[in-house]
């Protein structure tokens, strides 16, 4: 995230937490999960977050992890993965539900 200048990790009780380095300094939290956060992906330009979690929920953040949108992709399937196509305009999630699939990403 930003040249590695911050890392971002993901909570058991939903939050996702932005450090800052190089001393590993606590930044900001933000709770946008009501389960444990599994998996988190930058689109190509940095300017939203997506995050997946336990229960198959996956919620659209901006750059400053305040929330956009939240919807059920995997009915109560924990999500594996997350990751963005090369232009960014979608995306693609696995999840225990042994299905993948393929979501439009709305950039406005």
């Known amino acids: 995230m930003q040249g590695g200048k911050r890392v971002l990790t993901g909570t058991s ?3 996702i937490v932005i450090w800052y380095a ?4 606590f ?3 933000t709770s946008v999960h009501k389960d444990r956060v599994q ?3 930058w689109s190509n330009n940095e300017k939203y977050l997506i995050s997946g979690d336990k229960e198959g929920n996956i919620v659209y953040s901006d750059n ?3 929330q956009k949108n939240k919807f059920s992709a995997h009915n109560k399937a924990c999500i594996r993965d997350l990751s963005f196509s090369l232009s960014s305009m979608k995306f693609i999630s696995c999840a225990d539900d042994r299905t993948a699939r393929i979501f ?3 950039t406005s």
């Open 64 to 66: 400053k992890i305040s």
């Open 22 to 25: 190089p001393y590993f300094e």
């Open 104 to 106: 439009d990403f709305p």
């Open 39 to 41: 998996a988190m992906c």
């Open 27 to 29: 930044e900001k939290s």
């Open 13 to 15: 009780s939903g939050e």
